[in-house]
């Protein structure tokens, strides 16, 4: 288990429901809290897999350039800029800045993230896993409003009981 001090620099996402009762997702990164839509957070995850899979493309072109065409760096600077300029963009609203990122001293793909004051450095299987949490969460936040909603209406359980019982679900899943 991390300590509290490396607690702080998780970037956390998890089902809620808005002041309107609606679906939605809390992120929570050291200072930086956000309720989002389920949307955004599908997005989010779909651009952490995207930028994943451009590191490692772009180390891929890095290497084959070097070790096949002989290039040097001003020609790699070049091409890769081209490469970037034809990626698509992101598809709709995001959560966090994230960038594809070819590490020039290590020569490993890298995922950069943040939002806020908060900064962040993935591996491209930590993006990805990253990615699939988040979908969890997505989804998630979909199907415990609907759920809320059937308990509430089940005359057995008062709002505060359903309440109770989403906390203690949720502590069971960490």
Known sequence: MP???DQAHICRIRSTVDAERKAACLLEWGP????LAPSVVLTTACELTAAAAAAETDIALIETFREDFEADDDMLKVVLSKVRTRRPMPGG???LRIAAVAGANTGQPYVHIGRGS????????????????????AVASQIDVRLRYALGEWDHLTPSEVEQLFTLIQQAGR
């Not at 930086?32 to 309720?35: F, H, K, P, Y």
């Not at 450095?121 to 990253?130: G, H, T």
């Open 3 to 5: 300590e509290a001090a």
């Open 32 to 35: 930086v809290q956000a309720l």
């Open 93 to 95: 609203e995001v959560a």
């Open 118 to 137: 908060m900064k962040g450095e993935l591996s491209p299987d930590e993006a990805r896993q990253m990615a699939l949490h988040w979908a969890m969460a």
